[in-house]
């Protein structure tokens, strides 16, 4: 069984600029996370989905970052104006049902100069 | 707003001996505690978790959860340089909401 794939492994971009984040969950798990981590710090929750829907986006800066997943599928996080702040790799998970556990891409590990 | 605090942030010890590592969680709604295991440049694996107060043993891994205390810790029996990763204890809550601490860096010195 394929595990969650992200896509690109790394990219590095100017302050100012826009980047997308791609991640294919696990097939069948209905419920995405999208992590923010900082160097040396733990994974902070930036918005999850189930299906389709949002459930918790509170702490997604809304202003400069989105997150779609249309079909309840696949999922795309981007940034719109990169800041020197959102250095850091963005790891997306999915489950199967709540309260299971989470599977973890490899992450996409971001550098705004 | 949920927070979930590691204790030590870095931890070093000698090959077959016990680890202990610790957190604690401000929110007695939790639902499960969770334990992950993150080497360099991958994402977190899931290795244990525990709803109930008391405690868990898988393999060589022991999980202890006083929810009066909000804390839980976790123990890693003869412990292996494969063992060397940073810990993340993570907290999930109602609709599958998972917040995670800080990490503690765990070194096996062979």
């Known amino acids: 069984e394929a595990g969650v794939t992200q896509s690109p492994r790394y990219a590095v971009l100017q302050e100012g600029q826009a980047v997308s984040f791609w991640c294919d969950p696990i097939s069948g798990h209905d419920t995405l996370y999208w992590y923010q981590q900082p160097r040396d710090q733990g994974p902070q929750l930036l918005v999850y989905f189930r299906d389709e829907a949002v459930i918790d986006n509170s702490q997604l800066p809304s202003d400069r970052f989105s997150a779609v997943r249309p079909k309840g599928t696949n999922s795309t996080l981007k940034i719109q104006s990169a800041k020197q702040g959102d250095t850091a790799t963005y790891l997306c998970?999915?489950?199967?049902?709540?309260?299971?556990?989470?599977?973890f891409g490899a992450g996409t590990r971001l550098s705004v100069l | 707003q949920e927070k979930v605090q590691q204790s030590p942030e870095s931890l070093i010890v000698p090959e077959g001996a016990m680890s202990s590592l610790n957190c604690t969680f401000s929110n007695s709604a939790s639902q499960s505690i969770w334990w992950y295991q993150q080497h360099p440049g991958k994402g977190p694996e899931a290795l244990i978790?525990?709803?109930?107060?008391g405690n868990k043993k898988e393999g060589r891994l022991t999980v202890y959860l006083n929810r009066a205390s909000l804390h839980v810790s976790l123990h890693i029996r003869d412990s292996q340089p494969s063992d060397s990763a940073v810990y993340l204890c993570a907290v999930s809550y109602n609709q599958g909401k998972l917040i995670f601490g800080q990490g503690t860096k765990l070194s096996i010195k062979p």
């Open positions: 998970a999915s489950s199967f049902k709540s309260q299971n556990t989470l599977y």
């Open positions: 978790s525990i709803f109930s107060n």
